[in-house]
């Protein structure tokens, strides 16, 4: 655990507000989570414990465990005997804010494509270049193991997955956190677009699908960054114009309600 707090008198400067204790007990439990101190699955101190711990009373640790629980790191199950659990948060944490933010600001599905096309292609040639072999194994189980033409909405959701993964095994976090807040209203478009009241692809498209998936792939193994770059934006382009087709000025709210 931490040394006690030590706090800071303070400022005499106009408009600054000093933190207030339960933000410095906060502050420093969070610390500790981001350094791998307390892991995803570890329960916080007893409260008695941290109070001793901080030199705190028990409505400061209170309200300092509502903090990181404002901000889903840990999560807390009233009554419970066991205290407070940490959550790690992962993209899908921020994903709702995010598309939320999307839908008050008037976003159109096009300008979700637009930031796709300018993230996955680059991802491509990181994960070409720089990734281990173990990503490029497991893309390659990703194509592989892409839903039979007739499972309809089984495709959408595995595309949308092999797009995600895709950019998140280029090892590249901030790319991958970006991806992950978009994930879910890409799949809700793509689920709408290539299979609409049919709910199945067309054979065709679907083949077309497949052998660009397997061309990225190969040039993935084969550590070829410049071409599989090249190769994604394309396929990005191209299926860009496909699913935009009749959603040209869909906003993100129109399709999340």
Do not use: C
């Amino acid at each position: 655990m931490p040394e006690p707090l030590s706090f800071v008198p303070a400022s005499n400067s106009v408009g600054v507000r000093s933190p207030k204790t339960s933000e410095l007990v906060a502050r420093t439990l969070r610390q500790m989570i981001v350094e791998g101190q307390l892991k995803e699955g570890d329960f916080l101190p007893h409260e008695t414990e941290l109070m001793t711990q901080f030199r705190v009373s028990r409505p400061t640790m209170r309200e300092a465990v509502r903090v990181l629980e404002s901000e889903r790191l840990v999560e807390v199950r009233r009554g419970s005997r066991t205290g407070a659990r940490v959550r790690v948060p992962g993209p899908a944490t921020v994903a709702r804010p995010a598309a939320l933010v999307l839908e008050l600001s008037g976003a159109t599905l096009a300008d979700v494509m637009t930031a796709r096309i300018a993230i996955e292609p680059f991802a491509a040639r990181l994960l070409a270049e720089s990734a281990p072999a173990k990503a490029h194994k497991e893309l390659r189980r990703l194509v592989n193991a892409m839903p039979d033409i007739q499972e309809g909405e089984a495709i959408a959701a595995a595309t949308t997955n092999l797009h995600r993964r895709m950019v998140e095994l280029s090892g590249n976090a901030t790319l991958a956190m970006m991806v992950g807040m978009l994930h879910e209203i890409g799949e809700r478009h793509t689920a709408a677009a290539i299979l609409g009241a049919r709910n199945v692809l067309a054979k065709i498209e679907y083949n077309k699908m497949m052998r660009s998936y397997n061309r990225l792939v190969d040039l993935v193994e084969a550590r070829n960054g410049s071409e599989a770059e090249a190769h994604w934006r394309r396929h990005m382009e191209n299926a860009s114009a496909s699913l935009l087709k009749g959603y040209e000025k869909t906003k993100v709210r129109d399709l999340m309600h």
